[in-house]
């Protein structure tokens, strides 16, 4: 969470934010108390708008449509989000209604009350594999998400082979840039509504060449590896 992969470039972002003037809170999906969407579809039908699970979503989920500015980050997970914030989505189908309207040619559903029509998203993620375009699927998951909840997908900071960032800082590597972009991120993103694209690219810059980074990852997992085994043999 606070001291994950993730979690170096989430936290200059959030600076970034609050330097430029945003209030922002901060809430982790896995702490939170979020049963899973049983799908009776009980907030639509029998009681609109509420669901039947009474967990921590009844004071979580006001906030989503409240915030000018949603942050979503996760860890890339077998090419999606993390489960608990895949539980989170689920149980966003009370903002909805039953009902089917067209929007913009295609089947949504309408929202049960005004939302904020200047709403944003934005997707702050890591993955452990080299190429940034293992986050593509999850991008696309995020981009349907808002034409459902009609806002407006305003950019990711992404971080592949994030693995290996903070190592390098703790080590004095020159990534600094990394850490100063993702803060620059959230100040333009609160004073001038959008992220650069010449920000988020410094954000996901290569930190070492593909066979290098297969390589001491490698090396490392088989360090893990072997410490078990030696642990094992002790016990």
């Known amino acids: ?9 989430l936290s200059p972002f959030l600076d970034g934010m609050r330097e430029a003037g945003a209030e922002v809170e901060l809430f982790y999906t896995k702490e939170l108390k979020i049963k899973p969407c ?41 090419d999606g989000m993390s489960g608990p914030m895949k539980s989170f989505f689920d149980r966003i189908v009370p903002v909805a209604q039953p009902f089917i309207e067209l929007r913009d040619g295609h089947c949504r559903h309408p929202a049960r009350h005004q939302t904020r029509e200047d709403g944003k998203l934005v997707l702050v993620s890591n993955c452990g594999f080299w190429e940034i375009d293992n986050f593509d699927a999850l991008i696309n998951h995020m981009e349907a998400i808002c034409r459902n909840l009609h806002v407006e997908f305003a950019g990711a900071l992404l971080r592949p082979h994030g693995p290996f960032l903070k190592p390098m800082i ?27 694209s010449e920000t988020l690219k410094i954000v996901s810059r290569e930190l070492m060449p593909q066979e290098v980074y297969v390589d001491m990852a490698n090396k490392r997992i088989q360090e893990l590896l072997n410490e078990v085994e030696r642990k094992r043999a002790s016990s």
């Open 170 to 196: 703790e080590m004095g590597a020159p990534v600094n840039d990394i850490l100063e972009a993702a803060k620059e991120a959230g100040r333009e993103l609160v004073r001038e509504g959008e992220m650069s």
């Open 38 to 78: 049983q799908g009776e579809l009980h907030c639509w039908f029998k009681e609109p708008g509420r669901c039947i699970h009474k967990d921590d979503m009844e004071w979580v989920l006001p906030k989503l449509s409240q915030a000018d500015i949603f942050v979503v980050a996760t860890p890339l997970y077998v």
């Open 1 to 9: 969470m606070e001291n994950g992969n993730t979690a170096v470039i």
